[in-house]
């Protein structure tokens, strides 16, 4: 089955009691037993809920994957993977990645005594320097957060396999659509699914794909155990979303070429953070590993002048400005005082979040008439 097969079809069914083409919404958290313990598959909603089963079923395969979790947001995702880990353990982290994951790994999990490194990927040669007998866990965002940096997942994978390290990769930004980190070689592929995969702005929910049953069981053991699910309501929603993430991943990477080629030959820009010039650090590894280059883009303004980002953003009018990204509608977000005014200044301008830094989600609008928004709100 083809990737756009898949999002309509694949580890779908139709409903068993009326042939519902649509996974029913099962708005229950319990269900009738004929005897203790006897009962259709289902006890409680928490552990197991036909909704959200369909749309895990879903996740595992667009991600080419055999196993699909989804949670209640993308951070309880994330905090379900560091649950894998014990005090002493170490983990090698993506140094530019969302605010909110740096927030859990520093400010949650380094308190129960794991340790996190922070480095440049974008040479994953470095990774070994990092690389101790304690270390369990390498977590890598490709295209990352905000600075649109892209790490070579088939050459990490190597170096995670060859030290036993099991590697995670944050798939929010490329999607499926675009990159399948399973097949790359890593472990665990974790979205935020609030984003493009819901892909209207009107649900939060975190997902897991992997293909190991071990690895697997773990997971689903510390989902139950934890309970960071998410509802039958959100899940139908995504699991609706999912339906078009194709032809809408498809507009998205048309806009967001368009925008970003506007944007590099604007007089007032600076630098624009896109994988799919030419120019980009590591656009080779982008084109081997992409089937294109998506609708996230990230520039700064000449002079690395605050003020006139802000009156940039403030000043868009079809781009909104707003938190999160991968909706159908553009969003323009300021990094520094948004997504990632949790990293402290130091640390966030040594990977580029300065303060002049815009991240726009080009969503699937007229392209013509993001462009124009552009040119009124730069000047």
Not at 347 to 371: A, P, W
């Amino acid at each position: 089955m083809k990737f756009n097969t898949k999002t309509i079809h694949g580890g779908q069914e139709h409903d068993p009691a009326y042939g519902s083409v649509m996974p029913p919404i099962y708005q229950t958290s319990t269900y009738a037993q004929s005897t203790p313990g006897g009962h259709k598959g289902y006890e409680y909603s928490r552990t197991h809920n036909p909704t959200r089963n369909a749309l895990e079923k879903s996740f595992a395969s667009i991600e080419n994957g055999n196993y699909g979790l989804a949670f209640g947001s993308g951070l309880a995702a994330i905090d379900a993977v560091i649950k894998l880990l014990q005090p002493g353990d170490e983990v090698v982290s993506t140094n530019d990645l969302y605010g909110g994951t740096y927030r859990l790994f520093t400010k949650i999990y380094e308190d129960f005594g794991i340790k996190f490194h922070f480095i440049g990927m974008e040479n994953a040669n470095k990774i070994e320097e990092y690389i101790t007998p304690d270390t369990k866990l390498i977590w890598v965002e490709t295209p990352t957060n905000p600075m649109m940096n892209v790490i070579d997942v088939k050459a990490v994978s190597k170096i995670a396999q060859k030290n036993n390290v099991l590697l995670a990769v944050d798939n929010t930004f490329a999607t499926p659509y675009l990159q399948q980190p399973l097949d790359l070689g890593a472990d665990i592929v974790m979205h935020s699914a609030t984003k493009y995969l819901g892909g209207h702005s009107d649900v939060v929910m975190g997902a897991l794909v992997v293909r190991d049953k071990d690895l697997a069981d773990k997971l689903y053991f510390i989902q139950n155990a934890s309970g960071a699910v998410c509802g039958p309501q959100d899940s139908f929603l995504v699991l609706r979303g999912i339906k078009t993430l194709h032809i809408r991943m498809q507009r998205h990477c048309e806009n967001g070429r368009a925008v970003a080629e506007y944007l590099a030959s604007h007089p007032k820009i600076e630098k624009v953070y896109w994988p799919g010039f030419e120019s980009h650090p590591n656009h080779e590894v982008a084109k081997s590993q992409m089937n294109d280059f998506g609708g996230m883009v990230s520039f700064t303004t000449k002079g690395n002048n605050y003020d006139e980002a802000i009156k940039i953003v403030e000043n868009l009018k079809i781009f909104t400005l707003a938190e999160s990204l991968g909706g159908v509608e553009s969003l323009a977000g300021h990094p520094a005082s948004m997504t990632h005014a949790s990293i402290p200044k130091e640390e966030r301008e040594k990977t580029g979040v300065v303060d002049s830094l815009i991240r726009l989600s080009v969503g699937i609008e007229d392209e013509e008439d993001l462009i124009e928004d552009l040119k009124q709100a730069i000047g």
